[in-house]
């Protein structure tokens, strides 16, 4: 069963990108920061599209994808796995969203070093990863085991 909880958050986040991608519009300069290097600093700009509306459309692609999952392998998304499958849309869209919000702010002036950002985001997305397959691995052992659990006399 999917946590509406995390669902509902992710989804609250994605409106959210898009509004604010919207309402940001007039007011961004021409280029806008869309890379960092790995001392969190920029070195990368690009056009207000790509800074503006490239990241909100890849979360809502990614959270696409990540929940046709479910449906091509519905077998493997049952019950606990299911719900740890909302959680890790959650955290992918938090990451992409965490991202988006340091352009966004950066274009405002702050100045936002990316590696407080991303790391932390990067790290609540491994544990969901983690989660994930220990419940997707139980799904796959509790069907695969022969019948009596796979103990012999």
């Known amino acids: 069963m999917k946590n509406r909880n995390a669902e509902t958050m992710a ?5 959210a990108m898009f509004v604010v991608a919207i309402m940001s519009w007039s007011s961004v300069p021409a280029q806008i920061p869309i890379h960092w290097d790995i001392s969190g600093q920029v070195d990368a700009y690009g056009s207000k599209f790509t800074g503006l509306f490239l990241l909100p459309i890849i979360a809502l692609a990614g959270y ?3 929940g046709l999952t479910a449906v091509f392998s519905p077998a493997q998304f049952q019950g606990r796995a299911m719900n740890a499958l909302s959680w890790f849309r959650l955290a992918y869209v938090l990451v992409m969203a965490g991202v988006f919000g340091v352009i966004v702010a950066d274009v405002r002036g702050a100045n936002i070093n990316m590696n407080y950002v991303i790391f932390p985001l990067l790290a609540l997305m491994m544990i969901a ?5 220990i419940h997707t691995n139980r799904n796959k052992s509790a069907r695969t085991a022969p019948p009596g659990g796979g103990v012999q006399v």
């Open 129 to 133: 990863i983690v989660n994930l397959l």
């Open 11 to 15: 989804q609250a986040l994605l409106i």
């Open 64 to 66: 696409t994808l990540i």
